[in-house]
């Protein structure tokens, strides 16, 4: 199957806003929807998305972000067990210049904390094998479509004996927030579009509680600008039909069950638990912590001085991440925070909402 032309794409894209304006003219009253996924967030911007929809239809962004709703407690933790002798923290770059209460790993690393960047958690493995002199710790943070990778990592040290490594758990699970997100009173949606990446793992169905339990629809859409229109319109004749289901409109990658094989492996390794998210506080049972089994592995258990958490002056990024507030009603944002010089955490991760409208909203790819 040969790919559309730009001319196709543009015509596909330009029919898309058509019907959303005509459908929503038929709703007859403002609808705001969000989506969940940084990825999504960004390739929104990027296209201009948000300025080409009609004046009543609003898209906001959640916590699509894994780095962002990091809290600060763990960054102040993990810069902790950077400092100590005979260890090393090893971690993707994003987590590298996201505010702890008193400094950054980025920092600490300047100042003689033992920090590497590394693009995979086998990396880490392959140091701890290497150098087993060192206890070697790797900073455990994203969602779903991570947390296999990193149990296949535990599954691989504990089979060929690697006793130095270990795990610092901050992994999230997506449901249980929106959980939250449905029950804000600060917050009224119509619908979520829903994350990709995130269902290839869980499948579509683990969003199934949105439409039976709250009456909301949601769609599963891929990354490029005519899935998210397409996914956009779909809930938009859900509103004007008085219908309420979750959709599936990824299923070239998408199950309804997704990739159990991934699923039974983050069973093995690990278990759910309360959790705290950067602006949501703690959620039951929307964390991830190594099963007790593999204690051994959990730098949780590691003793070490910590600071009271405290947040960046000024950053409302935690309301951000709740769709309370667009990224420019944050006071400091694009003034005393930009990618450069980044005060929160969603100004400074590659998927932070922040981050993709300081970059992207000024474009208009489709005009």
């Known amino acids: 199957m040969t790919s559309p032309s730009a001319g196709e794409e543009r015509r596909t894209v330009e029919g898309l806003l058509r019907s959303i304006r005509a459908e929503s003219a038929e709703v007859g009253r403002n609808l705001t929807f969000m989506e969940v996924c940084g990825t999504h967030t960004h390739s929104v911007g990027k296209a201009g998305l948000r300025r080409l929809l009609p004046p009543g239809v609003r898209l906001v962004s959640g916590p699509g972000c894994p780095v962002c709703v990091t809290p600060v407690g763990f960054l102040d933790r993990a810069v902790a067990l950077s400092r100590l002798p005979g260890t090393v923290v090893a971690t993707f770059g994003d987590l590298m210049r996201v505010p702890s209460s008193t400094t950054s790993l980025e920092r600490a690393q300047a100042e003689g904390a033992s920090v590497r960047v590394v693009y995979s958690p086998r990396d880490v493995v392959a140091l701890a094998r290497e150098r087993p002199d060192l206890r070697v710790i790797f900073l455990s943070v994203g969602f779903e479509t991570t947390t296999p990778t990193i149990a ?54 683990a969003f199934r ?4 339990e709250h009456g909301l629809p949601g769609v599963v859409v891929g990354f490029q600008p005519i899935d998210i229109l397409h996914g956009l319109l779909e809930l938009i004749r859900q509103q004007r039909a008085s219908e309420r289901n979750v959709v599936n409109l990824y299923g070239r990658v998408v199950s309804a069950e997704g990739n159990q094989a991934a699923q039974e492996l983050v069973e093995r390794m690990f278990t759910t638990a309360t959790t705290a998210w950067r602006g949501f506080g703690e959620i039951p049972a929307s964390g991830l912590v190594v099963r007790p089994e593999w204690s051994h592995r959990d730098a949780a258990r590691i003793e070490v001085d910590m600071p009271e958490p405290k947040e960046p002056v000024g950053c409302r990024c935690g309301d951000v991440l709740r769709g309370i507030i667009d990224p420019p009603e944050c006071p400091i944002f ?19 909402t922040c981050a993709a409208w300081y970059r992207h909203e000024g474009l208009e790819t489709f005009q």
Request: aromatic residues 6%; charged residues 20%; hydrophobic residues 45%.
């Open 334 to 352: 694009g003034s005393s925070c930009t990618p450069d010089d980044p005060v929160g955490a969603c100004m400074v991760s590659s998927e932070g």
């Open 152 to 205: 296949g990592a535990l599954a691989e040290a504990e089979a060929d004996g690697i006793d130095n490594f270990m795990v610092l758990a901050g992994n999230k699970i997506i449901p249980p927030a929106m959980e939250v997100l449905v029950r804000d009173e600060e917050l009224s949606l119509d619908g979520f579009l829903l994350p990709g990446h995130v269902s290839v793992i869980t499948g579509w169905h």
């Open 209 to 212: 509680f949105l439409a039976s």
